[in-house]
């Protein structure tokens, strides 16, 4: 009997052994792996175009958050948790997409939207290019081919070794960014690096958040700035947030400083329009959901708030599969102008069919 329990005392520190190189060795590749992009580094401008704006004239800005494609009514993301009203815990299910063709799908959709709107320049983020939860679809491509008379900048801000997790449907690995495409010339795009969470194992579930700086020069002598954002969403207490509104805050002052128009834009993961209990929900309202409006802004700023930010909002809860009432839903994506601009903005209501976001149209001329 000793002999049998010692033959089983070994196998089990052998298991446990294995587990332990197993897992030490898988955290020593993420590890390795793992790496931001500098500061300040400078974007390829792809289909560059010549025309150049007008005083006088208006032009638009669109923005959408395409979430890699995975989003129909029935996606809930795995890291996402919730509660509804009485008191039940919700959480998403899904590592990534259920399937190419839904990605395909959903992807033609966000286009179809975006061409509809026929917007001057566009905004988009979860942009995926070779992803494991997209199931590789190369949804630049998708987006960029469908506007051959738009130059493309893309900012990579998730670039993550395969992740194992969870466990039964791996988000594995993830190579995607913002996209800003522009009918007008740029002179040049530079991608920002926003201050994240690096702790661990955090720093390797969230992205390289980052905003893309597109320059376009105007009749006058002056440059429109077009910022392309997209802030963290899984920020404890809003703390990173606050250090990124702060980087934002701190260009929209030097640009505008400058005498130059400035335009920011996207996803910006707070409640922007007052809309933090506004719409009919069974949830409550979610922890990640922070509130700023213009007293957070630098001087000379301004949130434009959409004609229908009553009525439609532009991101729903994904801790749960989408019906409308049901999921907790706000105001989160739209745009932020300096006082030389003149601008209204339209959320677009798609019903949640494509993304976990609707999008955002600013129509804008320039003040001086």
């Known amino acids: ?80 948790e919730g509660e509804m009203k009485d008191g039940t815990k919700v959480q998403g299910k899904f590592g990534r997409a259920q399937s190419k ?47 051959p008379k738009s ?13 194992f997790y969870p466990f039964s449907e791996p988000h594995g690995a993830v190579n995607a960014g913002i996209l800003t495409l522009s009918k007008y010339k740029t002179d040049e795009n530079i991608r920002r690096s926003y201050p994240v969470d690096d702790s661990f194992p955090t720093k390797f579930f969230d992205l390289d958040r980052c905003f893309l700086v597109t320059r376009v020069p105007v009749g006058n002598g002056k440059q429109l ?29 030097t640009e505008r400083d400058k ?21 009919p929900t069974q949830q409550k309202v979610p922890n990640w959901v922070f509130e700023f409006s213009d007293k957070d802004l630098t001087d000379g700023f301004s949130i434009v708030r959409a004609s229908n930010a009553d009525t439609v909002p532009t991101c729903r809860s994904t801790d749960m599969a989408y019906t409308k009432g049901v999921n907790y839903s706000t105001v989160i994506d739209g745009f932020l102008v300096s006082d030389n601009v ?27």
């Open 1 to 80: 009997m000793k002999k049998v329990l010692k033959k089983i005392l070994i196998a089990v520190l052998c298991l446990i052994g294995a587990l332990v190189l197993v897992v030490g060795g898988y955290v020593a590749y993420m590890s390795v792996q793992y790496y931001r992009i500098a500061d300040n580094t400078p974007v390829e401008t792809e289909n560059a175009q010549t025309a150049v704006l007008e005083p006088g004239k208006s032009y638009s800005v669109f923005t959408y958050n395409i979430g890699f494609g995975a989003y129909n009514h029935d996606f809930s993301f795995f890291m996402d």
């Open 225 to 253: 700035v077009l910022i392309n954002s997209h802030m963290s969403a899984y920020d404890a207490g809003g703390t990173i947030r606050k250090k990124q509104l702060a980087l934002l805050d701190q260009v929209l002052k």
């Open 342 to 368: 003149k601008a209204t903005a339209e959320n677009i209501d798609t019903d949640f069919t494509y993304s976990d976001h609707n999008p955002v149209k600013l129509t804008f001329r320039f003040a001086q």
């Open 151 to 163: 130059s493309a900048a893309l900012a990579v801000n998730f670039h993550s070794a395969y992740l």
């Open 101 to 147: 063709q839904i990605v395909l799908t959903n992807t033609q959709g966000a286009v179809d939207i975006a061409e509809k709107a026929d917007a001057d320049f566009s905004f988009f983020q979860e942009v995926d290019t070779d992803s494991t939860r997209s199931f590789h679809v190369n949804q630049y491509s998708a987006v960029t081919s469908a506007f």
């Open 259 to 279: 005498g130059n128009y400035v335009i920011a834009g996207g996803d910006m993961n707070h409640d922007i329009a007052g809309t933090i209990q506004h719409f």
